[in-house]
T-cell receptor, first 116, second 112 residues
Framework: DAGVIQSPRHEVTEMGQEVTLRCKPI?????LFWYRQTMMRGLELLIY????????DSGMPEDRFSAKMPNASFSTLKIQPSEPRDSAVYFC??????????????FGPGTRLTVL | DAKTTQPNSMESNEEEPVHLPCNHS???????IHWYRQLPSQGPEYVIH???SNVNNRMASLAIAEDRKSSTLILHRATLRDAAVYYC?????????????FGTGTRLQVFP
């Protein structure tokens, strides 16, 4: 398996523009997570899905952020309109199951977003 | 979620053992101790986890105190590739949410 795939790897955009980040989880994984990492706040969980259904979006910073998972192999994180403070590295991760002793999360390489 | 406390940074020389400590004095009986690490410019990756007994795998060992209020991740022979930020995370096995709450971690520097 190729692991979790994210695209693009780098995105530079101007304030006010719409940004769409994409993620393909590992095949067979039921859970998908979106994280954001900044120097100031570290790694934060934004939202996660179980079987394509959003379970917890309490980490989504504001209404400008939205996430969808139309099928088991694809998810998007959209920012509209983008602002300079959204500049960060966005990670997608997937896992096989929840609960139990170990539900290892596999992370993608991240998308580095710069909003000018 | 129960919280963990780790030193901000540690240093090691190549091929020496490294002991990365983690304090979790408010750990509950159903919390597993998980370790992830993040290599430069990469996403985090799983290292090891345990509940009460010490654990070994190909990457590292995890030593858990008898009262479970602290644990130590042991890298037996550090390599330059082990330079990363190491995160100690508590996860409730009875929690069906699968959330990972990352702290600030320990940045490990390895010198040749």
């Amino acid at each position: 398996d190729a692991g979790v795939i994210q695209s693009p790897r780098h995105e530079v955009t101007e304030m006010g523009q719409e940004v769409t980040l994409r993620c393909k989880p590992i095949s067979g994984h039921d859970y998908l997570f979106w994280y954001r990492q900044t120097m100031m706040r570290g790694l934060e969980l934004l939202i996660y899905f179980n079987n394509n259904v959003p379970i917890d979006d309490s980490g989504m910073p504001e209404d400008r952020f939205s996430a969808k998972m139309p099928n088991a192999s694809f998810s998007t994180l959209k920012i509209q309109p983008s602002e300079p403070r959204d500049s960060a590295v966005y990670f997608c991760a997937s896992s096989l199951q929840a609960g139990g002793s170990n539900n290892e999360q596999f992370f993608g390489p991240g998308t580095r977003l710069t909003v000018l | 979620d129960a919280k963990t406390t780790q030193p901000n940074s540690m240093e090691s020389n190549e091929e020496e053992p490294v002991h990365l400590p983690c304090n979790h004095s408010t750990i509950s009986g159903t919390d597993y101790i998980h370790w992830y690490r993040q290599l430069p410019s990469q996403g985090p990756e799983y290292v090891i986890h345990g509940l009460t007994s010490n654990v070994n795998n190909r990457m590292a060992s995890l030593a858990i105190a008898e009262d479970r209020k602290s644990s130590t991740l042991i890298l037996h022979r550090a390599t330059l590739r082990d330079a990363a930020v190491y995160y100690c995370i508590l996860r409730d096995w009875d929690d069906n949410t699968d959330k990972l709450i990352f702290g600030t971690g320990t940045r490990l520097q390895v010198f040749p």
